[in-house]
């Protein structure tokens, strides 16, 4: 593997995509990545995907450029793909292969032409992802969130230094992201970038060292997860509400969480303080922190 003499970097300069018709999925962004774990949020629809399948080199930027410690991705796209590890957002068995043939066929297409290094490499992989007891099952056999984690053994088994995960959560019960995240931070410990796109807030936990929000093609926020959260502070309400005043406030704030109580609801909303309202501050979350951010970016963008 190549010498490790400085830290890595994924630095995007002025990079944009235009699709055939005039669609422009990105637009101008500029975003240094260094190593950790980064989390890439954003909308469904917002550019994440088209963004990590041009750092990945399956997709062509209509202009901009990427370097990754410096090389070309698109001039040294040999070198930058041995690099990476990818689990995108539709990954695909093949049928007919068991768990750990499936592997091994990852570990042949990186590189890893001894069969022995295979072999321990692949035993390894299962054990640290908890697939070991079902090795032999067939790959398209497995439950939802065990094809998620083959998912991301395939990813790894070339111990690659860029690890590249697109929406991995989605469809998984709260104990396998549980699970799927703490396999992510245990690895962000190493000097690894791990890149995790999603439209899921709680994905982009406490593990992130650094974010990046984008909406509509456009980079909004860059920066630390706390930052984005202190942006939010005293925007964040709890209040005890009548169903009438709970009507009317649905048409003027974003809610975010709704409980019954009594003959009315209690009820956390972002904002400015209302008026005629017994309203307690609440201290904001990443999940508040989005919500108040997007609002009032998209409030300034439809101005």
């Not at 990105?26 to 774990?37: K, Q, R, V």
């Not at 570990?107 to 069969?115: K, P, V, Y």
């Not at 697939?131 to 088994?157: E, F, H, P, T």
């Amino acid at each position: 593997s190549q010498t490790r003499d400085s830290k890595l970097e994924i630095s995007i300069k002025q990079l944009n995509k235009i699709y055939p018709g005039g669609h422009r999925a990105l637009h101008d962004i500029n975003l240094t990545i260094s190593e950790g774990m980064f989390g890439l949020l954003g909308p469904n629809g917002a550019g994440k995907s088209t963004l990590m399948r041009i750092l990945v080199t399956l997709m062509q930027p209509s202009s901009g450029e990427v370097l990754i410690n410096g090389r070309d991705i698109n001039e040294q796209r040999k070198e930058v793909r041995k690099m990476l590890g990818y689990l995108p957002q539709d990954f695909r068995f093949f049928a007919k292969l068991r768990s750990w043939e499936f592997l091994d066929y990852a570990a042949r297409l990186a590189g890893m032409t001894s069969g022995k290094e295979r072999r321990e490499q692949v035993e390894k992989m299962l054990e640290n992802v908890g697939l070991y007891s079902v090795r032999n099952r067939m790959a398209n056999k497995l439950s939802g969130g065990m094809k998620r984690r083959l998912g991301i053994a395939q990813a790894l088994i070339s111990q690659p230094s860029i690890i590249i995960v697109d929406e991995p959560t989605t469809g998984l019960d709260p104990e396998e992201r549980i699970r799927f995240r703490n396999l992510l931070s245990d690895l962000s410990h190493t000097d690894t970038i791990i890149i995790l796109s999603t439209h899921i807030v709680g994905d982009i936990s406490s593990t992130c060292n650094q974010m990046a929000l984008l909406n509509e093609g456009e980079l909004v926020y860059d920066g630390a997860p706390d930052k984005l959260v202190a942006g939010a502070k005293g925007f964040v309400w709890q209040a005890s509400v009548s169903e009438d005043q709970y009507e009317d406030m649905k048409e003027k704030f974003p809610i975010i969480s709704t409980i019954p109580s009594g003959t009315g609801w209690e009820i956390q909303f972002v904002g400015e303080k209302p008026a005629g309202i017994e309203a307690r501050e609440v201290h904001p979350n990443l999940e508040h922190a989005y919500v108040h951010f997007m609002e009032n970016t998209l409030h300034h963008w439809n101005l």
